[in-house]
């Protein structure tokens, strides 16, 4: 039996690219990303012979992350990887696919060129194309080139986008019970009608039209997804993740689905009576593992 090559791919990963916009009155605005790159083609001789003719090195797709944000700025992640995933595939022969992942780092602005970073939460976009038809399903949008795309490839391949976020950290301290769960002879947890509810959500979500302005998308499925949170009375984390995701399709309407990971981030009453304290629930041990994990899909239908 004969050794083939499979499925490859290639890039740079995790090419960190902070650019500095200077206005004329000396404000400053600043975008923080983390670009990985990849690229697929026409690799079969590196790997076999490792004739490179084919290759374009990583070394050129870093500084072409760094010359596109000089050149072209970064109006959103999403449209700055369609411009490299746009350019990649329709500058080279032998590169007829490319995944950009980004991950934006958001920093609060403290004056006009101060700048503090925010918490933990870190916006994500991913783009796919590839010349041979996208990645995979059926909702892919023919991609118009953004803004500032170089005119030589507005009429590239289709692409598929994906925004979200990861490490948006939430809690409600009431209006969350669970009960009425199944109890066989391994269950020891207590129903509770009043507990904590707390996540860090990963969110994803696949657009099926692309829109003028990503970072517009981004705001409100972030806003919805926050107050699905904290207006959802929940009987189960379940239950907050669909109303999540329910909330944000129905806010954006340029999004086809969106994916949730959330954490079950577990606060456990302490037990203060054996320190001749009254039982009210108001000190917690915020447990760090396991932790149950909700994972779901929530989609358009058809
Ligand atoms: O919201 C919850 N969903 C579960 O499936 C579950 N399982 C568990 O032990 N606690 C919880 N909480």
């Known amino acids: 039996m004969g050794i083939v090559l499979g499925p490859n791919r290639y890039g740079k990963a995790e090419t960190r690219v902070v650019r500095v916009s200077r206005a004329a009155d000396g404000t400053h605005a600043l975008t923080d990303l983390n670009v990985s790159v990849a690229l697929s083609g026409d690799l079969v001789d590196t790997h076999l012979t490792g004739d ?18 000089k050149q072209h700025g970064i109006a959103s992640p999403e449209a700055f990887g369609l411009l490299l995933a746009r350019h990649f ?21 403290l004056g006009p060129h101060s700048f503090s970073r925010e918490g933990s939460l870190v916006r994500t976009a991913s783009v796919r194309i590839s010349s041979s038809g996208p990645a995979s399903g059926p909702a892919s949008a023919p991609a118009p080139a953004p803004a500032s795309a170089p005119a030589s490839e507005s009429a590239s391949a289709p692409a598929e986008v994906f925004g979200g976020l990861t490490g948006l950290t939430l809690l409600n301290s009431t209006d969350s019970e669970f009960t009425g769960f199944i109890v066989d002879d391994y269950t020891t947890l207590a129903e509770t009608s009043d507990r904590i509810l707390a996540t860090a959500v990963d969110a994803r979500w696949r657009f099926s039209s692309l829109p003028a302005d990503f970072n517009a998308v981004f705001g409100a499925a972030r806003d919805a997804m926050i107050a699905a ?20 399709l129905e806010a954006c309407p340029d999004l086809a689905e969106i994916r949730l990971r959330l954490p079950n981030k577990h606060h456990f009453a ?32 058809g």
């Open 52 to 69: 490179n003719a084919n290759v374009l090195p990583t070394d050129t797709q870093k500084n072409t992350v760094y010359a596109f944000a």
């Open 89 to 109: 595939t329709a500058s080279q022969e032998t590169i007829t696919g490319a995944r950009v992942e980004i991950e934006e780092y958001p920093w609060n602005r």
């Open 229 to 248: 949170f904290a207006g959802t009375y929940s009987y189960s984390l379940q239950q907050t993740l669909f109303a999540m995701g329910k909330a944000v």
């Open 270 to 301: 302490v037990d203060c009576t054996p320190f001749g304290l009254d039982a009210a629930p108001e000190v917690f041990h915020a447990d760090d593992r396991p932790y149950g994990l909700i994972e779901g899909t929530v989609l358009r239908e």
